[in-house]
């Protein structure tokens, strides 16, 4: 059973910072880029970043580029977004997305991130 497991989100204020968290299972990890994309209400679904499978190659939507950090621990299946100096336009759903060579891809939840005074 695949699974991609969201966490980390909930709600903080301007200027603050929170980690994601995207849990794998099911599936070799390792082999899989992963990317992180976000949503907000009645907003399309864009991508925010993506970190590739062996090379570990970034990259970051220019939106948040020099704020968030995307990164993966391989030994713990697990993919990371580490958001900072988060702004109002940030809240949005966060979902995790796992692919391999643009042929198979896996879906997370999401986890809901609110940024907010």
């Known amino acids: 059973q695949v699974q991609l497991v969201e966490s980390g989100g909930g709600l903080v204020q301007p200027g603050g910072s929170l980690r994601l968290s995207c849990a794998a299972s099911g599936f070799t990890f390792s082999s899989y880029s992963m990317s992180w994309y976000r949503q907000a209400p009645g907003k399309e679904r864009e991508l925010v970043g993506y970190?590739?499978?062996?090379?570990?190659?970034?990259n970051l939507a220019n939106s948040v580029k020099g704020r968030f950090t995307i990164s993966r621990d391989n030994a713990k299946n697990t993919v990371y977004l580490q958001m900072n100096n988060l702004k109002r336009e940030d809240t949005a759903v966060y979902y995790c997305?796992?692919?391999?060579?643009?042929?198979?891809?896996?879906w997370g939840k999401g986890t809901l991130v609110t940024v907010s005074s």
């Open positions: 970190i590739s499978s062996v090379e570990g190659d970034t």
């Open positions: 997305r796992a692919g391999l060579l643009g042929g198979i891809e896996y």
